[in-house]
């Protein structure tokens, strides 16, 4: 069985780039949750995607877009980046009836906004 | 609104104490409360949920809805329990949005 696998690792950008990061989800997995985790803070939800679609969003600005392929992989964008945009971008896989309702997790991509 | 809170940023204990790391929550609802854990180098994973009522490596977590509280309990700390956790929480079935509190360092020493 695969994990949550993520790409790239890092990357540093200038303010009013666009950035795009991608993820695979674990074998199975239909969900996929993304979040942004600053410095010294808890995983912050963006949003989530099933079946292709968005199935609901945290509190981020529409510069904050989605996809989600077939294969249920799947793309973080970022356009025109702002400083406070530099944190730890996490993806989370699951399966929308897992009754364990549990997340799993890629490794993130630190993004760096100068 | 939801809202997780963890008051405690570091925990600092010796092998063998107890360990209790706080985590209050609001949510106009009944949740699910989770308690994550990102050891060093690795990626976050899950430790325990409260309906599974499971005790995992010895560290267990009962939810009190009249206090709001998800404290996790370890009566006897270990120093490979030296991690970053974090307390979460969601809504219960389909959408799957995870809430989480600032985390908690725990230090465990020799």
């Known amino acids: 069985e695969t994990g949550v696998t993520q790409s790239p690792t890092h990357l540093i950008k200038t303010r009013g780039q666009q950035v795009t990061l991608r993820c695979s989800s674990q074998?199975?997995?239909?969900?996929v949750s993304w979040y942004q985790q600053a410095l010294g803070q808890g995983p912050q939800f963006i949003f989530q995607?099933?079946?292709?679609?968005?199935?609901g969003r945290g509190n981020f600005p529409p510069r904050f877009s989605g996809l989600q392929f077939p294969n249920y992989s799947s793309e973080l964008n970022v356009n025109a980046l702002e400083l406070d945009d530099s944190a730890l971008y996490l993806c989370?896989?699951?399966?929308?009836?897992?009754?364990?309702?549990?997340?799993?997790f890629g490794p993130g991509t630190r993004l760096t906004v100068l | 609104a939801q809202r997780v809170t963890q008051p405690e940023k570091l925990l600092s204990v010796f092998k063998g104490a107890p360990v209790e790391l706080k985590c209050n929550y609001s949510?106009?609802?009944?949740?699910?409360l989770f308690w994550y854990v990102q050891y060093s180098r690795q990626r976050l994973q899950l430790l325990l949920r409260?309906?599974s009522r499971e005790s995992i490596k010895g560290f267990t977590a009962d939810l009190n809805k009249g206090e709001t509280s998800f404290h996790l309990k370890k009566p006897f700390a270990q120093e490979e329990d030296s991690a970053m956790y974090y307390c979460?929480?969601?809504?219960?079935?389909?959408?799957?949005?995870?809430?989480f509190g600032t985390g908690t360092r725990l230090l465990v020493s020799p």
């Open positions: 989370a896989s699951s399966h929308l009836r897992d009754p364990n309702n549990e997340q799993f």
């Open positions: 074998s199975g997995h239909n969900t």
């Open positions: 995607y099933y079946r292709e679609e968005e199935n």
């Open positions: 949510y106009s609802g009944s949740p699910e």
């Open positions: 409260h309906i």
């Open positions: 979460a929480l969601s809504g219960i079935g389909g959408f799957q949005k995870l809430v």
